[in-house]
């Protein structure tokens, strides 16, 4: 099994930057996808962006040209780059990994970062 643990979430004024990391570990696994979803007081978990093992990435129309996402396979890890942060931004952020072990699929959530923006 996969355990994902995030960091980085925090306090930011209206314009400022902030950058999440997941990082994954367990035994014989292989990520196919990593992404990260937010969640919102009284709203449901939306994806913000995505990015696959091939490197393809897709993001959230509201994020587009503001979040980076990345990752780096041979470490499990991925990293969100938020630039020009807005109060709507405010969520929980999820980190999320689509894997397979041993010939089965699998996926796992992080326990959530909450990031606040404050106008």
């Known amino acids: 099994q996969v355990q994902l643990v995030e960091s980085g979430g925090g306090l930011v004024q209206a314009g400022g930057s902030l950058t999440l990391a997941c990082s994954a570990s367990?035994?014989?696994?292989?990520?196919?996808?990593f992404g990260w979803y937010r969640q919102a007081p009284g709203k449901q978990r939306d994806l913000v962006a995505s990015i696959e093992s091939t490197g393809f990435t897709r993001y959230a129309d509201s994020v587009k040209g503001r979040f980076t996402i990345s990752s780096d396979n041979a470490k499990n890890t991925m990293t969100l780059q938020m630039h020009s942060l807005k109060p709507e931004d405010t969520a929980v952020y999820y980190c999320n990994a689509d894997y397979d072990s041993g010939g089965f699929y699998y996926t796992e959530w992080g326990q959530g970062t909450q990031v606040t923006v404050s106008s």
């Open positions: 367990g035994s014989a696994f292989t990520i196919s996808k």
